[in-house]
């Protein structure tokens, strides 16, 4: 099992740091992302680390202001939100791959489990 936590409401420009904790799971064999879905739009990729934390990925439209990073000691990955933008509004999902990190993890077919989601927004 996933639980993402640490939603909220903010104003522009401020952060917001994601946690998602697993159970369940041999937490440090899995490629951990994080994706997100806004109203009325499909769920879109944010960011995807490797099993190690060595290497990660991100979205254009985050890459810079957004940072994740994992804990396998404690089996939590976390999305560190900053300079939040009002489109960066949507509730965002952890999601845990068992395939090895690569140029497919931004595709979320490839992610086995999912969180329940938690709300991020954003307002001007």
């Known amino acids: 099992q996933l639980q993402a936590s640490g939603g909220g409401l903010v104003q522009a420009g401020g952060s917001l740091r994601l946690s998602c904790a697993a159970s369940g799971l041999t937490f440090r064999y899995y490629v951990m992302g994080w994706f997100r879905q806004a109203p009325g739009k499909e769920r879109e990729f944010v960011s995807a680390?490797?099993?190690?934390?060595?290497?990660?990925v991100y979205a254009d439209s985050v890459k810079g202001r957004f940072t994740i990073s994992r804990d396998n000691a404690q089996n939590t990955v976390y999305l560190q939100m900053n300079s939040l933008k009002p489109e960066d509004t949507a509730v965002y999902y952890c999601?845990?791959?068992?395939?090895?990190?690569?140029?497919?993890?931004?595709?979320?077919?490839?992610?086995?489990?999912w969180g329940q989601g938690t709300q991020v927004t954003v307002s001007s």
């Open positions: 999601a845990a791959s068992p395939q090895s990190y690569g140029s497919g993890s931004y595709r979320p077919q490839v992610y086995d489990y």
């Open positions: 680390i490797s099993w190690s934390g060595g290497s990660t």
